[in-house]
């Protein structure tokens, strides 16, 4: 974390975006000595400390950010072992590398599963819809829950299915579209998904988010790349080119889709302002659409939000074509 202080407004179970937490470790500047919200429900380090997860305060972080700007992202390495020296852990970080690993299989769930929202179980699922509910099999890779709340929202019903559910099964549950999730990682290190995002495409309407948008890209033949930086946080400019019109986003990943290895007829439908990188992409012919960022996390406060309007639009266009 840049920011200097953590932990000041605690944390609460409201908040969680997924079944578990699956952080590494936590690294920050100062470790607040008091919360001050009224959600807050514990410590950030009693929750840490709960789930067995490592975290360390008292650190430059803002040193190691520049550091990060010339260099690019880095390998760190964090240990409780005083038995070991400087040298064995700067080979532990030497020895570790993101590219070519499946990160994805260890965050998805193990079974299918219906989705309801535990924080609101009398969910109205026709709060944005027209009347009619749309069931939608949405792939964990690693998803958030706001992801399926904000599908809900818009009249859908959710079947969740792990990351290496077949595509069959999922023709099998009759769904009107597929969502395949974000999710850590190298989308290359994961070739049965791509596999799976090519034996679904023209079947039904599909909707990629981060990982999914860049699982997308390589089913319709195109290549994804490693940056340098990647990007995080909530304040990416994003420019519709549809609508014209830019969006503020929030992003986290640290590979891309390469548009020039795209096949003809695919689209470009998002451009990241900060470095021109592709941030969006559809299909018509095959009822594609996908988005590199986080529609819902709602920054701007509600920009992008619309994504899922336009998903729902396509499934509903696919249903009265069959």
């Known amino acids: 974390m840049t920011n200097p202080h953590i932990g000041n407004t605690g944390v609460n179970f409201d908040d969680e975006e997924s079944r578990q937490c699956f952080l590494a470790g936590l690294v920050i500047r100062s470790l607040s000595i008091s919360t001050s919200n009224w959600r807050c429900t514990k410590t950030i380090g009693d929750y840490l400390a709960e789930r067995n997860i490592m ?3 008292d650190v430059d972080t803002r040193a190691i950010t520049r550091r990060l700007r010339q260099d690019g992202s880095l ?3 964090l240990s409780t072992e005083d038995s070991k020296t400087d040298e064995e852990l700067l080979q532990m970080s030497k020895s570790w590398d993101i590219v070519g690993v499946d990160l994805i299989s260890d965050v998805s769930c193990t079974s299918p599963y219906e989705w309801i929202d535990q924080t609101n179980p009398e969910w109205d699922f026709n709060s944005k819809g027209s009347g009619e509910v749309y069931h939608v099999v949405a792939y964990d890779f690693g998803i958030k829950h706001n992801i399926l709340r904000r599908l809900a929202s818009y009249g859908c019903k959710i079947t969740v299915v792990p990351s290496k559910w077949p595509a069959l099964e999922t023709l099998k549950l009759k769904p009107d579209g597929v969502l395949f999730s974000n999710g850590p990682g190298d989308p290359s290190a994961v070739p049965y998904a791509v596999q799976t995002v090519k034996e679904l495409l023209g079947k039904v309407p ?3 988010i981060c990982m999914g948008h860049q699982l997308l890209g390589q089913a319709l033949g195109g290549k994804t790349f490693k940056m ?6 909530g304040n990416h400019p994003v420019r519709n080119v549809r609508q014209n019109r830019v969006e503020i986003s929030a992003q986290n990943h640290n590979y891309a889709v390469d548009p020039a290895s795209l ?20 299909y018509p012919a095959l009822n594609i659409m996908s988005l590199q960022y986080h529609p819902e996390a709602s920054p701007g406060p509600h920009d992008s939000d619309t994504a899922f309007g336009e998903f729902v639009d396509l499934m509903k266009q696919a249903k009265q074509k069959a």
């Open 75 to 77: 390998i760190g390495v």
């Open 228 to 233: 340098k930086f990647g990007h995080h946080g």
């Open 55 to 57: 975290g360390i305060y």
């Open 206 to 208: 599909v909707f990629g």
């Open 263 to 282: 096949p003809e007829g695919v689209e470009v439908t998002y451009i990241n302002l900060n470095d021109g990188s592709c941030a969006g992409l559809a």
